[in-house]
């Protein structure tokens, strides 16, 4: 069984970075699809952006793309998001999400993570 557990949330700036951090545990994600999502108060979770197994295809939302970047290190069995120029309404809790599915995308993930808050001011 698969845990995942987000780290690097937390408050910044406008225009500012941070980079969240996915780790799995339990047994290793190499094979799967791996993704993040979001939720603002009051708003549905929504998909940011999500990488195949092997890294080579990645996908974003169109609100994150040029900004956001997905990563993932097979060998430590952790995917991380590297979040640049931030805006207030980037404002959301950050799910880690796992798949079994071969392609990325926005569609319901098996495997979830309790999240992470990050806060953009203005």
């Known amino acids: 069984q698969v845990q995942l557990v987000e780290s690097g949330g937390g408050l910044v700036q406008a225009g500012g970075s941070l980079r969240l951090s996915c780790a799995a545990s339990?047994?290793?994600?190499?094979?799967?699809?791996m993704g993040w999502f979001r939720q603002a108060p009051g708003k549905e979770r929504k998909f940011v952006t999500a990488?195949?197994?092997?890294?080579?295809?990645?996908v974003y939302a169109d609100s994150v793309r040029g900004r956001f970047t997905i990563s993932r290190d097979n060998a430590k069995n952790t995917v991380a998001l590297q979040m640049t120029s931030l805006k207030p309404e980037d404002t959301a809790v950050y799910y880690c999400?796992?798949?079994?599915?071969?392609?990325?995308?926005?569609?319901?993930?098996?495997?979830w993570g309790q999240g992470t808050q990050v806060t953009v001011s203005s």
């Open positions: 339990g047994r290793t994600v190499s094979n799967y699809t």
């Open positions: 999400a796992a798949d079994a599915a071969l392609r990325p995308g926005p569609y319901e993930y098996a495997i």
């Open positions: 990488i195949n197994s092997n890294g080579r295809t990645k």
